[in-house]
């Protein structure tokens, strides 16, 4: 069919006829809201690094997932900064840890939100790396039970979701078998599966202290280079028992998000991180841009490319956006 019998603006002419042929519309139910808690300082600080992100309080972490849930947030994730951090990341996996009690104050709320906990050794070890360490390495089998220990406290503390983002070969079978043992086999398993190492996390270790100390994480997260390697990654963790996977970043691994939703129909999230918020943060705050069209259009084009579930530092603004009425 060629022109001029086919003419594609004929259904971009108005408004109405664009929303009826709209292929892709986000909707609160798609976010994921990640959310900092520390125990360093009794108030609020603010990241610099991500304008508008804070280091929380747990006062203040009740309040800002009580706004999101107000907005129609429907989902936060959590992660921790501990006051003391040591060889083997203790305050991880401590049932008074940050992120532990963090979780039993907003259970305690009863808010109609699921709480997700990141699972990673690498804001709690001295040296930043994301478990035990041998001879300048991250030692992956002994690094397992800390990041099973870990998910087992975030359940007892009532996590809905555990998230594992270390990249250690095998966390997924370590930790459901742990979870299922200690009697939490209704806690799910979100797995970073596809977890590249990547430039763009440089905002969240500023905000979470957990640049690594020596080395770097090329080790155990994924080359930039690799795709097929990440769907390698994807069936290895569904294998061992993940509900949902996810891919990380998301925008310049669109390719990767659409090449896993084609080899599976488990739920897949996708991670709009911190570098990437940061992005569009400094590029509007230098009138670079239209933040808010750069939001939609940075969204839109994750869930386009296939994702289910987007991890993202603007859902409270995305949920307000995207309800309906
Ligand atoms: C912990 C972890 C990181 C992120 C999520 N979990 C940092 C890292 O791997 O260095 C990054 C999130 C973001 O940049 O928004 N391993």
């Known amino acids: 069919m ?15 006829m664009r929303d009826l042929v709209r292929e892709t519309v986000l909707t609160p139910d798609d976010f994921i809201y990640p959310l900092f808690v520390q125990e360093v300082s009794d108030r609020p600080e603010p990241i610099e690094s991500m304008p508008g992100q804070m280091r929380h309080t747990i006062d203040s972490l009740k309040a800002e997932a009580e706004a999101a849930a107000e ?3 429907k989902a936060v994730l959590l992660f921790g900064i501990p006051e003391v951090k040591d060889e083997d990341g203790s305050q991880a996996y401590a049932d008074d840890g940050i992120v532990q009690r963090a979780v039993r104050a907003l259970k305690h709320e009863k808010l109609p939100q699921v709480v997700f906990c990141d699972v990673c050794m690498c804001e709690y070890t001295s040296h930043g790396h994301c478990g035990r360490i041998r001879d300048g390495d991250v030692d992956n089998d002994p ?3 800390l990041l099973a220990r870990t998910a087992v406290s975030q359940a007892r503390a009532g996590a809905d979701v555990v998230a ?24 799910a398993i979100l797995s970073y599966a596809a977890k590249y190492a990547s430039a763009f996390y440089g905002p969240f270790r500023e905000a979470a202290g957990s640049a690594p100390q020596f080395g ?3 080790s155990y ?11 390698k990654e994807v069936e290895a963790d569904i294998d061992e028992g993940a509900d949902m996977v996810m891919v990380k970043p998301a925008l310049s691994y669109l390719d990767v998000i659409s090449q896993v939703r084609d080899m599976t129909d488990l739920p897949l999230a996708a991670y709009n991180v ?11 705050k230098a009138g670079a841009l239209d933040r808010e069209r750069i939001i939609r259009e940075v969204l839109l084009s994750i869930k386009r490319a296939g994702a289910d579930l987007i991890l993202t530092y603007h859902a409270r603004e995305a949920a ?5 009425g």
């Open 164 to 187: 594992p983002s270390d990249m250690m070969d095998g966390r997924v079978d370590a930790i459901r078998q742990a979870l299922d043992e200690k009697g939490f086999e209704q806690v």
């Open 143 to 145: 690094s397992l039970e």
């Open 274 to 284: 911190s570098g990437e918020y940061a992005m569009v943060e400094f590029a509007a």
């Open 221 to 231: 997260q994924m080359d930039p280079a690799n795709v097929r390697e990440a769907l």
């Open 216 to 218: 770097d994480r090329l």
């Open 71 to 73: 907005d129609g947030v």
């Open 2 to 16: 060629v022109f001029p019998t086919h003419r594609p603006r004929r259904l971009r002419r108005s408004a109405l």
């Open 320 to 324: 307000r956006w995207s309800r309906i």
